[in-house]
Nanobody, 127 residues
Framework: QVQLAESGGGLVQPCGSLRLSCVAS????????IGWFRQAPGKELEAGSC????????YYSDFAKGRFTISRDNTKNTGYLQMNNLKHEDSAVYYC????????????????????WGQGTLVTVSA
């Protein structure tokens, strides 16, 4: 079965950077979508970004545009989320997600979710 393993969360100061990684295993196709949701305390889940593994088509939510960059390494079945200029409000549990469907964007992520979820990694932005 599909499994997702995230890493890279932690404590970072405001304006700092973090890179999250997510290793996917169990997909029978080389082409799938990998992405990230986050959930801050007391708030709903919100989609941040996604990318298709074969063609590298990227989508970003408004909060991620300009500060976050999603990428992938097909040879390692790994997706990355580079987060720069982090703010207090970016503090949340970040979940790696994936889906066999490659026609996914931020709207569909928020509307329908994704098939596969990682366990989450905590990002805390604090001085």
């Amino acid at each position: 079965q599909v499994q997702l393993a995230e890493s890279g969360g932690g404590l970072v100061q405001p304006c700092g950077s973090l890179r999250l990684s997510c290793v996917a295993s169990g997909f029978t196709s080389d082409d799938y979508t990998i992405g990230w949701f986050r959930q801050a305390p007391g708030k709903e889940l919100e989609a941040g970004s996604c990318i298709t593994m074969t063609h590298g088509v990227e989508y970003y939510s408004d909060f991620a545009k300009g500060r976050f960059t999603i990428s992938r390494d097909n040879t390692k079945n790994t997706g990355y989320l580079q987060m720069n200029n982090l703010k207090h409000e970016d503090s949340a549990v970040y979940y790696c997600v994936a889906d066999k469907d490659t026609l996914i964007n931020i709207v569909t992520m928020n509307s329908y979710g994704m098939d596969y979820w990682g366990q989450g990694t905590l990002v805390t932005v604090s001085a």
